[in-house]
């Protein structure tokens, strides 16, 4: 199994543990002319009288050497398909998730920090051989 694809099917396993349900396996989005695919759209019903809670969600391995350019990557696909989600599914939370090593190692810089507030990224942190989700950051 290639590297990427773990990863991939470690956070789709860890969403279904948490009784996500998949609904789109990439969720493609088209705005305008421009054809956008998410990893994955999801839902959770939350309760009745409040009806349903979807998700969006982008995952990184950050398998590159450069973190960085990995980060500056993975940020403008967040914003580019946060902004399509806004006009095409206005009711979808999009979040960005991330491993928890390179959390761990890299989002917890300054300079990560103040670029996810800014940015006003909202993080999945998995756990890939565990197949868990270690944390969900608003």
């Known amino acids: 199994?290639?590297?990427q694809?773990?990863?991939?099917?470690?956070?789709k396993r860890a969403l279904?543990?948490?009784?996500?349900?998949i609904t789109h396996d990439p969720l493609s989005l088209q705005f305008g002319i421009v054809?956008?695919?998410?990893d994955w759209g999801a839902e959770k019903l939350i309760a009745a009288q409040k009806g349903?809670?979807?998700i969006a969600v982008e995952i990184k391995s950050f398998l590159s050497p450069s973190l960085?350019?990995?980060?500056?990557?993975?940020?403008?696909q967040f914003l580019n398909y946060r902004l399509a989600l806004r006009s095409e599914e206005p009711d979808r939370t999009l979040y960005l998730a991330v491993p928890m090593d390179t959390y761990e190692a890299f989002f917890k810089l300054e300079?990560?920090?103040l670029s996810i507030q800014e940015n006003n990224l909202k993080l999945i942190v998995y756990h890939a051989d565990r197949e868990v989700i270690v944390e969900w950051k608003e």
Do not use: N, P, R
Not at 5 to 11: G, I, L, P, Q, S
Not at 16 to 21: D, G, N, R, S, V
Not at 35 to 38: P, Q
């Open 111 to 113: 300079f990560t920090q």
């Open 16 to 21: 279904i543990k948490e009784e996500w349900t």
């Open 1 to 3: 199994m290639a590297a």
């Open 68 to 76: 960085i350019s990995t980060y500056h990557s993975a940020l403008g």
């Open 35 to 38: 054809d956008l695919y998410v």
């Open 52 to 54: 349903t809670q979807k």
């Open 5 to 11: 694809a773990k990863f991939h099917d470690a956070v």
